[in-house]
């Protein structure tokens, strides 16, 4: 029985003729049945998501067993997400964090969850999964809380618009104590 919070091995996105968009791999050192030892070179990955794209490019299924490993995965526009994990861990977690990861990627990329969209978001995109997944466990499966985390501002920040008129004011107020400065001497 696995007993441990460590669930998934991979988040991978590929597009529609396979080829890698994102690709995550977790090998924590602290898991309980120690660091994996499955998909550590580049070739062996790339092999692995070739392999499970061409079980999995006809949209129909959203979980797999392939190549010893359990793969959780949903078809969007132009890509396919998938959670990979090892065949006992529970399937409905699995794809309850992926359709959330899905959701709150949908809610910050405004329903664009494309190849094009992901590409040119990577950042959200990897901080929605930061927010969801840390390390292979499974931290939040609310997408509306993953994606108010992800596009929260800072309170110590404020938002300053520089325009024309600032600048000229800046300039106006810097001439002032110059002016005031010299005057002085």
């Known amino acids: 029985m696995n007993l441990s919070l460590y669930s998934i091995n991979a988040f991978l996105i590929l597009d529609s ?22 998909l550590l070179t580049l ?33 969007s526009l132009d890509i396919i997400l998938y959670f990979i994990a090892s065949p006992l861990e529970n399937e409905l977690m699995l ?30 995109v990897l901080l929605c999964l930061d927010e969801t997944v840390d390390d292979g466990i499974i931290l939040d499966t609310d997408a509306t809380a993953i994606a108010s985390r992800v596009s929260r501002s800072r309170p110590d920040t404020t938002d300053i618009t520089i325009n024309e ?19 002085e001497l």
């Open 17 to 38: 003729e396979g080829h890698r968009v994102l690709a995550k791999y977790y090998r924590p050192k602290s898991h309980p049945n120690g660091e994996s030892k499955e």
């Open 43 to 75: 070739k062996e990955q790339k092999a692995f998501e070739k392999g499970l794209w061409q079980k999995t490019k006809k949209a129909g299924g959203d979980i797999i067993l392939y190549d010893g490993h359990l793969a959780v995965y949903k078809h």
């Open 95 to 124: 794809s309850t964090a992926l359709n959330s990861l899905i959701d709150a990627q949908s809610l910050l990329l405004r329903n664009q969850l494309e190849k094009r969209g992901v590409l040119e978001n990577l950042d959200v």
């Open 165 to 183: 008129q600032t600048i000229i004011s800046a300039y106006q107020t810097v001439k002032d104590r110059v002016a005031q400065r010299i005057r």
